[in-house]
């Protein structure tokens, strides 16, 4: 049976419910893969449409990236709308824009009509070590607002003070749409918010194989795992990261990458408070970013890094106890309780895949380090698309979705040869 890893989320998460495994042969309308916030939004929103959904989870809910990310609600996506404009035109950045801050509404959405605990909290902070990185955010704040997000402010240095307690950044943008929660709390939230309403949750579930068959004028999809399968008219393939080889057209265009996450002791609340006094969550505005925040029992949470090709380094603590103490010197002699890591899926393009194969199957991933977001937001256009409008989910859907250069041998040493490259410059401050 495959448990949590040893995380901070894990131990707090207050989990009291156990779903069983598929040990029949079942048929829902919608059989969902993948127990993350893919998943689980996209369930919920088919469920509330009238739908019987089977959800399918390999290992537990949250076990993947769901369960294990800095908790940080950032809206857009990896790519920015100037940049899908600049390569897909007006008409597809006016389209992506619109919906560029949806996510963090669905979820806010969820949390009130589910009574979701998960120690929400409102507000975001880029942070720029550099003037050339306020340029930049500056740049943001312009292209945000004219995209909708009118709860953006830019921060100089004479204001830091109260947004966080460091002497490492210049300025930075404030915004107001975006927040943190404890993620493992909001997946297991969903979950349960799901059976609430009549859908079906299974664990430790692994789906071996996805057959057609034809039934009366019907063509429909068996699901199959070790120990039982699920008939269904559609299936939606939410894996992500963790989805394995499955679908290899999908592998094919995605990687694995790794990050990870380390969570201090139980700070005195007076000290707490005065290392981020906003309580906003914080990331820098690097290529190689940092991100951090408070915990409602008062630990620091710091994440940082990549690693192609997923996995972690030999030490997460020695990792990423140097760049905390770079912010933070006065946290040098706290100690470390828990470091872990997890996969998110990177794309070529850096924005996410949505699409279809063939009749039944929908799938979405890639969300390429802006996951939390973004996946609230593929469960909607998904029920939308499934329901009959694919309007919003065809902007997606028709966006190329490119192999990695060299296929799965070369993907890793050439991505970190680009990494390598924009690591270098802002390091050197370009």
């Known amino acids: 049976m495959t448990n949590y890893p040893d995380s901070y989320y894990a131990a707090s998460s207050n989990r009291d419910i156990d779903y069983p495994s598929l040990t029949e042969n079942i048929s829902a ?11 689980l939004s996209t369930a919920i929103a088919l469920q509330e449409k009238g739908y019987s959904v089977v959800l399918l989870e390999g290992s537990k809910i949250g076990f993947g990236a769901s369960g294990r990310n800095g908790g940080q609600l950032v809206n857009s996506f990896s790519r920015d709308i100037d940049h899908i404009e600049k390569h897909y035109g007006s008409d597809t950045a006016n389209a992506l824009g619109a919906m560029a801050f949806e996510g963090a509404d669905c979820i806010r959405d969820l949390i009130k009509r589910y009574n979701i605990d998960c120690d929400y909290k409102h507000g975001g902070f ?26 953006l402010s830019l921060i100089d240095k004479s204001g830091i003070a109260k947004i966080v307690n460091t002497e490492a ?31 079906q949750v299974f664990e430790q579930s692994k789906v071996i194989n996805i057959d057609e068959v034809q039934q009366a004028d019907t063509t ?3 699901v199959k795992t070790d120990s039982g399968s699920v008939t269904a008219t559609k299936v939606v393939l939410a894996g992500n990261a963790y989805m394995g080889n499955l679908e290899p057209k999908l592998s094919r265009k995605s990687m694995p990458c790794g990050t990870q996450i380390v969570t201090t002791e139980v700070l005195p609340e007076e000290l ?13 505005v690097n290529y190689k970013l940092d991100y951090y925040r408070i915990t409602a029992d008062n630990r620091l949470l ?6 192609y090709g997923g996995g972690d380094p030999a030490s997460i603590e020695r990792f990423l106890k140097p760049h905390m103490d770079k912010i933070f010197p006065q946290m040098a002699n706290y100690k470390i309780d828990f470091a872990w890591g997890g996969d998110f899926l990177l794309t070529l393009s850096r924005l996410p895949q949505l699409g279809r194969i063939g009749a039944n199957v929908y799938y979405t991933q890639g969300y390429s380090g802006h ?15 499934i329901h009959g409008d694919s309007t919003r989910f065809d902007v997606f859907a028709n966006l190329p979705h490119y192999p990695f250069p060299g296929g799965r041998l070369f993907r890793v040493p050439f991505t970190m040869m680009g990494a390598w ?7 050197l401050g370009f």
């Open 421 to 427: 490259y924009y690591g270098l410059r802002d390091a």
């Open 371 to 385: 996951g939390v977001n973004t996946s609230h937001l593929a469960g909607k256009l998904l029920a939308e698309a």
């Open 126 to 151: 880029f942070a720029a070590f550099t003037e050339k990185q306020m340029h930049e955010l500056a740049a943001k704040k312009q292209l945000w607002e004219k995209h909708g997000n009118k709860k």
């Open 302 to 307: 710091f994440g940082g890094g990549v690693t």
């Open 29 to 39: 309308d919608i059989c969902v893969v993948g127990g993350g916030y893919s998943g």
């Open 169 to 199: 950044y210049v300025g930075g943008l404030v915004d107001e749409h975006c927040g943190h929660i404890h993620p493992l709390k909001l997946a297991l939230g969903e979950a349960a918010a799901l059976t609430s309403i009549g859908g």
């Open 220 to 222: 429909k999809s068996i």
């Open 272 to 284: 707490a408070k005065s290392l981020i006094p906003s309580e906003y969550c914080v990331e820098d």
